[in-house]
């Protein structure tokens, strides 16, 4: 049976108060999707603001720490985020696993942190160009999988993997669809392994350059369970459609 699809926005490093009107648009635009489930995963500094602005809508947090509370100078923990309202967070995104150089152990314990304390989890995989042209992407997004999810199999429903391959995120350029439909299969098949039945539990969402005009063939795949999206994702005029396919894929 297929999943319901997810279909989150990134808003990375952008988002003032005068965003949140946009932010009340794709909240309200959304509830004609109700098969679609839609986040926005905004700075944490506007989580309680844009909590604020759209009760029901979910919005997330872009990164948490693993630690419960102490001295990590500029860190945001769980329970802060669920205290500011945040249903979700993104952890390991390739932009922080890199200028951060957050290590696979350490997004699994963010991760882990964060579904003990009741948010829902997007976790981020994805290879580089180098990676992808020596024909080892599948190989290494799979280490990299085994590496960062949480050990036990009963946080599954609450966990959603995002293959998002580094040199197709807010480049325009995106893999093939037997390329979207090989990784994702070989996801699946690592999560089951994993995490026995339960591993069918985890949404498998692709990011990287989504758009309204490639979104439908990119739902189209078998286990791509909706999408992690960026740079489309800071307006309604262009997420919406993005909702919109999903919706229609089902
Ligand atoms: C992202 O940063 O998670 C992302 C998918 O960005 P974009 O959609 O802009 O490629």
């Known amino acids: 049976m297929p999943l319901r699809k997810l279909v989150a926005g990134n808003w990375k490093m952008h988002g003032v108060s005068s965003d949140l009107a946009e932010i009340a648009q794709i909240a309200s635009a959304s509830r004609e999707y109700p098969q679609v489930d839609v986040a926005l995963c905004v700075p944490a500094i506007l989580i309680e603001r844009a909590v604020r602005a759209v009760p029901g809508f979910s919005i997330g947090g872009q990164d948490v720490h693993h630690a419960e509370k102490g001295a990590h100078t500029g860190c945001t923990s769980a329970r802060m985020l669920v205290d500011a309202g945040a249903v979700l967070t993104i952890v390991g995104h390739s932009e922080r696993r890199d ?60 966990l959603a993997i995002a293959y998002e391959p580094i040199w197709a995120i807010g480049s325009g ?20 392994q994993r995490y026995g039945g339960e591993g ?17 063939e990119i739902f189209a795949v078998a286990d791509v369970d909706g999408a992690l999206v960026g740079g489309a994702s800071l307006k309604a005029e262009d997420f919406m459609p993005i909702v919109a396919a999903a919706s229609r894929a089902g």
């Open 99 to 158: 200028a951060q150089r957050e290590s696979n152990a350490e997004i699994q314990a963010k991760a882990h942190a964060a579904l003990q304390s009741g948010l829902n989890v997007i976790l981020c995989i994805g290879e580089s160009l180098s990676v992808r042209e020596r024909g080892d992407a599948v190989e290494t997004v799979l280490s990299q999988l085994e590496a960062s999810i949480p050990d036990e199999p009963s946080e599954a429903a609450e």
């Open 200 to 216: 069918d539990r985890v949404r498998i969402l692709y990011g990287g350059s989504v758009k309204p005009s490639n979104a439908g």
């Open 173 to 192: 350029k995106t893999p093939t669809i037997d390329e979207i439909a090989e990784m994702h299969d070989a996801i699946r098949n690592r999560l089951n």
